[in-house]
């Protein structure tokens, strides 16, 4: 089982549609959660942390529920600019074992 | 504030030859990582330093090895080099593992 799993899609959306992305960690130890963004042959860029409070940025909205070790991100009101991979992150750190995961990615394409 | 910068760029090497992927870390990041990304993956973690020691391995053989200099810069180092290294090497740097991590732009090396 993959530490970190997330669905790899492609999700195939309308502009103005809402799409949710889920995620789930295999290590219980697990102590911060991100959401990052991945285009075409770039480099991930930081979308957003995820706290157990959940937390909103604009359009975006992560969750995370560490009793079932899940991570979701909600995306409103879709626009073309986001189109692009999802990652799901998990970080484990602690004495000599920090160990920051990723899924492999959820694909997101938001049509005209 | 300058970000993460990795070089070279591209690389190609033949199998069984080594390579020296370089980072310098964003301004005030005392923590930097590296991380292989092969096409249609998510980044696997290779392994992190903090303030120069070694904090964290992934499932990487020991011909994959780092270094950290006292400017919060690294190496990565890959000796015998195979097909299957043929990958993006992303560099991420980070002023503590609650802030999430700021990626260079990666090398992509292909190995012939």
């Known amino acids: 089982r993959k530490e970190v799993e997330q669905d790899p899609g492609p999700f195939n959306v309308p502009e103005g549609a809402t799409v949710a992305f889920n995620c789930t960690y295999s290590?219980?130890?697990?102590?911060?959660f991100f959401w990052y963004r991945q285009d075409c042959r770039k480099e991930p860029k930081l979308l957003m942390s995820?706290?157990?409070s959940g937390n909103e940025d604009g359009r975006f909205t992560a969750q995370l529920n560490r009793a079932s070790q899940y991570i979701s991100l909600l995306i409103r009101d879709s626009k073309l600019s986001d189109s692009a991979t999802y990652l799901c992150?998990?970080?484990?750190?602690?004495?000599?074992?920090?160990?920051?995961?990723f899924g492999t990615g959820t694909l997101l394409a938001v049509q005209p | 504030e300058t970000g993460v910068t990795q070089s070279p760029t591209h690389l190609i090497k033949t199998r069984g030859q080594q390579v020296t992927l370089r980072c310098s870390s964003q301004?005030?990041?005392?923590?930097v990582s590296w991380y292989q990304q092969a096409l249609g993956q998510g980044p696997q973690f290779i392994f992190q330093?903090?303030?120069?020691?070694?904090?964290g391995r992934g499932n990487f053989p020991p011909r994959f090895s780092g270094l950290q200099f006292p400017n919060y810069s690294s190496e990565l180092n890959v000796n015998a080099l195979e097909l299957d290294d043929s990958a993006l090497y992303l560099c991420?740097?980070?002023?503590?593992?609650?802030?999430?991590?700021?990626f260079g732009s990666g090398t992509r090396l292909t190995v012939v």
């Open positions: 991420a740097s980070s002023r503590g593992p609650v802030y999430g991590y700021t």
């Open positions: 290590n219980s130890a697990s102590q911060s």
């Open positions: 995820v706290y157990s």
């Open positions: 992150v998990v970080l484990s750190y602690g004495g000599a074992t920090n160990k920051l995961i």
């Open positions: 301004s005030g990041h005392n923590t």
């Open positions: 330093y903090y303030r120069e020691e070694e904090n």
